[in-house]
């Protein structure tokens, strides 16, 4: 039986592609240089259609991974990643259109489908600096040195307690009040990697990469997305603590470089998740959904950690500021998929309205905050400190010490809702000895949620939601 051809290879297949460039003929198989594949993945994502493809074969079943691999010898093809978990069996490789039509008459293969590329969610990211002692200049315009006063005035707490605004409308003090802070959990990050900055240190988080290169983090973004999950306490010149939402345990997978990836390189991390037996995983990542929820390999393998193995996954809804503009995974209805709403709005009159460059739609279940007004010409600029989070904002911006930076983007509200999940689900099994998992959270937020609006899903996803049913 010949197998199918997916909806997101077809238009692939059909434009035309660029067969010499820079004197290279890129018709010719050249897999045996070990660079030729990231050479062909560069072209790929800067719009060269090259005669390779970036493909994944979807397999029957384990028992002929083994077949499908000798026909890709047979080819001369390259085998990046073979992939095997839970329902999810899969090989990625590089391929011509000629290719691909003669393994689609491979019985072993089920489906075969173009590996899209995937991007990491900061709207802005300008204020990290890896290389100074201090960063100087990050404000930018006077607009950053808003001041908050309102009920979530920072008041001191005796004890290790967290303080600060948004951990306050979050809920995450009253977690630590009664005993959960998340050390009995363990989280996955699938970013850009993890290098130790002044939050956390390599010995205090797991690291591993789905290549065979060095874990760091060269770009910043998944050391933010880290701090903001599990950083410890620093604090700064103004007096005002940093510190993350959790104590929870942490691996970062590396499986984004330079800021992107593709789906099979997520596939593989998600199974190494999986098997590292973590309780929940953040993706602060997407891309334009090409197919349907269920036509998508990482869709699918979302909903089965989610749904089979109980495993939280809170994903990131994009940063486009579209209607129906939610990127893949999150447009899979059993992940949390959260987009982002503004903290000043909130801290003002209590409303919860969605960041101006938030992707919104059906498919969003939830907000949290993420930094950036409803209008982007707000006179009041608003970002996340790395790190998060007593302040979403903060005065002397200038006087943040090195490595600690701010933006605004989904990419910080998945994390700030994924760390409040976890402290949930560690106060639920203690109380019931079951696993909270994205089955019951869905439901919380229908039924205790605020009316759903395309905008902002079921509204703000904090512990006052939670407590209706822990």
């Not at 890896?130 to 920072?154: A, L, P, W």
């Not at 967290?162 to 802070?181: H, Q």
């Amino acid at each position: 039986m010949a197998a199918q051809i997916s909806k997101s290879l077809a238009p692939v297949l059909a434009r035309p592609t660029t067969k010499i460039i820079a004197g290279i003929d890129l018709t010719k198989n050249r897999f045996d240089n070990p660079r030729y594949v990231g050479f062909l993945d560069a072209l790929n994502i800067m719009g060269f259609d090259t005669p390779y493809k970036p493909i994944i074969l979807e397999i029957a079943e384990t028992s002929v991974i083994n077949n499908v691999k000798e026909a890709l010898n047979k080819l001369q093809l390259p085998i990046e990643y073979v992939i095997d978990f839970l329902k999810i069996k899969v090989i990625s490789t590089w391929a011509t259109e000629d290719n691909i039509y003669e393994l689609s008459s491979n019985d072993a293969i089920k489906k075969i489908h173009y590996n899209n590329i995937k991007y990491l969610h900061e709207y802005e990211f300008p204020f990290v600096n890896f290389m100074s002692t201090m960063i100087s200049n990050v404000t930018g315009t006077e607009t950053r040195k808003f001041k908050i006063k309102s009920r979530y005035e920072d008041r001191k707490k005796p004890g290790d307690i967290p303080t600060g605004a948004l951990f306050e409308a979050l809920g995450a003090d009253k977690y630590w009040i009664e005993g959960y802070t998340g050390r009995s959990l363990h989280g996955a990050i699938i970013d850009s990697g993890f290098s130790s900055n002044r939050m956390l240190t390599r010995g205090e988080v797991g690291r591993m990469s789905i290549r065979a290169v060095d874990p760091g983090d060269y770009i910043g973004h998944g050391a933010f997305v880290l701090n903001l999950f599990r950083g410890n306490p620093i604090t700064l010149s103004t007096g005002q603590v940093l510190r993350g939402l959790t104590r929870c345990s942490a691996t970062s997978i590396k499986a984004l470089f330079g800021g992107r990836g593709r789906d099979a390189g997520i596939l593989l991390a998600l199974q190494k998740a999986v098997e590292l037996g973590v309780d929940g995983i953040n993706l602060s990542l997407g891309g334009k959904a090409t197919v349907s929820a269920e036509e998508s390999l990482l869709c699918q393998a979302c909903k089965q950690i989610a749904e089979e193995e109980k495993i939280l996954v809170f994903v990131s809804a994009g940063n486009d500021g579209e209607q129906n503009s939610v990127n893949d995974p999150g447009i899979e209805p059993s992940v949390i998929t959260v987009g982002s709403c503004s903290f000043i709005q909130y801290l003002e009159n209590g409303n919860v309205r969605r960041s101006f460059y938030s992707s919104y739609g059906p498919e969003v279940n939830c907000v949290s905050f993420g930094g950036g007004q409803p209008n982007e010409e707000d006179e009041l600029d608003e970002n996340i400190l790395n790190g998060t989070s007593p302040l979403s904002v903060i005065d002397n911006l200038d006087m943040i010490p090195n490595m600690i930076g701010s933006g605004k983007g989904t990419s910080w509200s998945a994390p700030n809702a994924f760390g409040i999940a976890m402290l949930g689900r560690e106060k639920y099994f203690d109380k019931t000895g079951e696993k909270l998992s994205n089955i019951e959270i869905l439901k919380i937020l229908k039924d205790y949620g605020t009316e759903f609006d395309d905008e902002i899903g079921n509204g703000l996803f904090n512990r006052d939601l939670l407590n209706n049913f822990i």
